[in-house]
């Protein structure tokens, strides 16, 4: 079963919002109530075996969005239930449970083990986990020489789009409404008389730092004097080869090297589409890998939990897409 952290929350009766005799939590005082959970009404329900209790519940967010996916169950027994995708639940408890359970990976677990169940009672429950991760922030960067290689079996003729998260302030060769160009095999680009070894761009993007689970977040703390090497490293794990690694660390390495210790995040593909730059193409590529690094100079070892970062196997086909970029965001915008 999932290690899980257990929240106990006190019993409503201590807040006012629930007797005795079931009856049902005033409006008043479910718009107050700052609770993990309300009980709505506590009442004999026809067919309700007399040493069995029947709760229903729903789980919401604090913004009444439904949570679905969540798990439901007795303390103890090891099988849950799953609420559907309205956040609903029902089950059946013996009169003589102690404690039922509330979890979803993205809340804090509700414990609710106070609760009186009554034989041949229907309990109608609400509840609002509350979020256990840390809130998106938005911060204002540059998107620093993402350039795009395409490479292609036979000679081809290709339209490419892009749809940065901001505005694009430099490209190479000119962007116009996109780029229609020629490739082949060896990667070059020709657009009229003029060929180029990749597309080229800059933009300043507005960059959601990514989130964290508790204080741990996936990346790498690198030291600088070995940033060569760790790049070497992670870029052939990500499929980068020999040229399009040499590009990347000519044009990196020097900059991260001023500072002794950096903390590097790659967003990777959906990830590098969703907060950096989409792209459409015609033809679609057969396969594609676009790697954007975040990273955060340091003068001094910062004490952060990191999880290491690994990247899906990606193999090349006839038609290949590859494009790399970088931002660096300072430590006050953590």
Known sequence: MVKRFLIVISLLTSLGGYSAEGSIVSEEFRLKSKADYIIISNAPAIGVPGNKTRIKGVGKTKDGDFIKGASVGILGQEYPLV???????????????TAIYYYHRDYQEI??????????????????PKSNKKLEKSVPV?????????????RLDVDLKLEPKGKLTFTYPKYENGWSFKTG?????????KTYPYLFWEGEIALALKQRQGDV?????????SIISFF??????????????ADFITFWGPRLQTSPFVMIQFLVDDEYADQVASIAMSPNPESMRRIFMVYTPFLSKPKIKLEPQTFKPFKRKDFTVIEWGGSKINPVAL
């Open 83 to 97: 609420t559907d995708d309205e956040g609903k639940f029902e089950i059946i408890v013996n009169s003589t449970d």
């Open 111 to 128: 414990l609710i083990n106070e609760i009186d169940f009554q034989g041949g009672h229907e309990i109608v429950i609400e509840i609002f």
């Open 142 to 154: 540059v998107a620093y020489k993402p350039v795009i290689y395409v490479y292609a079996k036979e």
């Open 185 to 193: 095999n060896s990667g070059s680009i020709q657009i009229n008389d």
């Open 217 to 225: 977040t996936k990346g790498f703390l690198v030291q600088t004097d």
């Open 232 to 245: 070497e490293n992670q870029l052939t794990a990500a499929g980068l080869n020999d040229r399009e690694r």
